[in-house]
């Protein structure tokens, strides 16, 4: 969409044929809904009836947030799309821009000549090969990325996963927005969208995944009851699930190289991280941009393609850095480490510091204005923790 925008020829090729689901957790953060705003698309999703989500309840083993995040530019809700919704709003809009779109197009072969990406060959449902050319082929194709095996995309700053996911939709409850992980290495999260329906989804370590399996319904249910038992007696009597469970046991959180000659990676293809924190597909709007304006100087002239999908690479790896630590840390589900456990702690006393907090988790408050040496004076100041009780380095 961004690419047909600033007028050059762009082919999208998918395996699916939209209206289509993916397994996802529709959460979007203030971040991305600034990007869908700012392209023109947020009213859509707001039309298509997916509800506005104004508070958010967040806990990690005993400790609490309760508030929002400050709006910003207008962004004083988020929304969980579900992807049925979601995908075509996008797919429809790149056609708009004028580009092409192949549904149903499944790729099997990058194509290369002396060393440089040329195009793909695939083929459009049951119909007969094709190959197709192009001065930049972008792999926007998940953790299993085609065009990343294909082109031996490595791996680096790899972390181990921590758990597995199971999700589905439920009718019957008005929880809003909940994000609550218990002392049992259990987390689970609910969240209101379309079609007056809740997702709820459920992470447990890897260790739980033999038990959980033998009765799924039966270790959906627990989780609620372990982490919350009010919420758990309310889903026993008055959820209805609506739609099977969507298992997802996730790999381990990485970064891959994501550029090389004549081909580039965006989204779960180049960057994962454990689904805990909900930033795959704002980070994938990002990512998206930022791609779309570095090729768009390749393609104009304006500077050499390798260096610009090098610096791509290089700056999307330094704006993500601060969520896939977060990320990574938070996703094991164990004991908080003792930095986070003493700020988030004293920044649960606060509505002011809650609110900033969850404005830093949303992507719309830099990270100084809470971990900077004198705003965490501050807020240990206002919060009244005592001197022996501060931690400073986020090592610790």
């Known amino acids: 969409m961004l690419l047909a925008r600033l007028g050059h020829r762009v082919l999208v ?53 309760n508030g929002f995040a400050d709006p910003v530019d207008g962004i004083d809700a988020v929304y969980c799309p579900r992807r049925t919704v979601l995908d075509e709003i996008l797919v429809n809009a790149a056609r ?13 072969e990058v194509l290369a000549s002396g060393g440089q990406v040329t195009g793909i060959r695939g083929r459009e449902g049951d119909g007969p090969e094709r190959e197709l050319r192009a001065t930049v082929v972008v792999g926007a194709d998940g953790f299993h990325s085609t065009v990343a095996k294909k082109v031996g995309a490595e ?3 790899v972390r181990p996963a921590a758990g597995f996911t199971y999700y589905s939709y439920y009718s019957g409850l008005d929880w809003g927005l909940h994000h609550k992980n218990g002392l049992n290495e259990r987390w689970f999260g609910t969240w209101p969208t379309n079609d007056g329906l809740n997702m709820l989804a459920v992470i447990c370590t890897r260790r739980q995944l033999k038990e959980f399996r033998q009765d799924v319904e039966a270790g959906f249910q627990a989780v609620f009851d372990d982490v919350a038992p009010e919420m758990g007696a309310q889903l026993r009597d008055s959820g209805r699930r609506e739609e099977d469970f969507r298992p997802m046991r996730f790999p381990d959180n990485y970064y891959r190289r994501s550029h090389g000659p004549g081909w580039a990676l965006v989204g779960d293809a180049g960057y994962h991280k454990d689904p805990y924190t909900g930033w795959g597909m704002t980070d994938a709007f990002l990512h998206g941009e930022l791609l779309a304006e570095r090729i768009h100087q390749g393609l104009a002239g304006e500077r050499p393609m390798e260096d610009a999908l090098a610096e791509y690479n290089k700056v999307r790896d330094e704006e993500s850095a601060g969520v896939y630590d977060f990320t990574t840390t938070l996703g094991s589900l164990t004991e908080l480490p003792p930095f986070f456990k003493a700020t988030m702690r004293a920044m649960s006393t606060s509505q002011e510091w809650t609110n900033k907090m969850l404005g830093l988790i949303g992507g719309v408050v830099p990270d100084y204005e809470i971990y900077a040496p004198e705003a965490l004076e501050r807020l240990y100041d206002d919060a009244g923790v005592p001197q022996e009780e501060r931690v400073y380095d986020p090592t610790a």
């Open 13 to 65: 090729v998918d395996r699916s044929s939209f209206p289509s689901d993916s397994v996802s957790t529709h959460y979007i953060h203030q971040a991305g809904l600034l990007k869908l705003q700012e392209w023109g698309l947020l009213d859509e999703i707001v039309a298509a009836g997916t509800p506005a989500i104004r508070k958010m309840h967040y806990a990690y083993r005993g400790v609490e947030l």
């Open 96 to 108: 708009r821009a004028g580009a092409e779109v192949l549904e149903g197009f499944t790729v099997t």
């Open 155 to 157: 791996l680096y700053n």
